[in-house]
Every structure is written in C-alpha cells, then in structure tokens.
C-alpha cells in the first residue's frame, strides 16, 4: 500500500491528479490490481499472484484511498493518503 501511494505521487506530479481505479468507491479485483501494477508502479509484477490481496484506488474528497482485500476471507484494510489505516473483518 506504501509502494501505490508513492505511486500516486508520481502520478500527480505528471498528470495534476490521482489515479483511481473508480469513481466512487471500489471494490478490489484481480483487474484493478493490474491496472495499478501498471498506471502507478511502472508495470512491475509487484501484485503477484501468491499475494494474499486485491487492490484498488478511489478519490476521497480531493485525495485518494487506497483499498485492499483479502483474496480469502473479508479482510479490507484501508489507507488514506495521509497514511492513515483502518482494519475491517481481520
């Protein structure tokens, strides 16, 4: 989650905005976990598949949150911009 929101600071940097992988609130997939790999991590295989979670990001008011789940079981682990995490179902 640390690697994306880095990412995130690239990526405002060049675009003047944050990458999000929806418009409101997402619900982590395998599909927006490659599309973070890509848009926000230089295309490294980073998300692997013996990774335990599925990723994505969505705006917050004028920030971004970055939203993990557990591939099994309902863990989701939130993080804000500022760094701040929040545990639901672990």
């Given at each position: 989650m640390q690697?994306?929101?880095?990412?995130?600071?690239?990526?405002?940097?060049?675009n003047?905005?944050?990458?999000?992988?929806?418009?409101?609130?997402?619900?982590?997939?395998?599909?927006?976990?490659?599309?973070?790999?890509?848009?926000?991590?230089?295309?490294a295989d980073?998300l692997?598949?013996?990774f335990?979670?599925?990723?994505c990001?969505?705006?917050?008011?004028?920030?971004?949150?970055?939203?993990?789940?557990?591939?099994?079981?309902?863990?989701?682990?939130?993080?804000?911009?500022?760094?701040?995490?929040t545990?639901?179902?672990?």
């Open positions: 690697q994306i929101s880095l990412g995130q600071t690239e990526y405002y940097s060049a003047g905005s944050y990458y999000h992988s929806s418009a409101g609130e997402c619900t982590p997939s395998s599909a927006f976990s490659t599309n973070l790999e890509t848009n926000l991590l230089g295309g980073v692997t598949t013996d335990n979670y599925e990723m990001t969505y705006n917050d008011a004028s920030n971004y949150m970055v939203k993990a789940k557990a591939k099994t079981g309902s863990c989701v682990i939130k993080m804000t911009a500022h760094g701040t995490f545990r639901a179902n672990c």
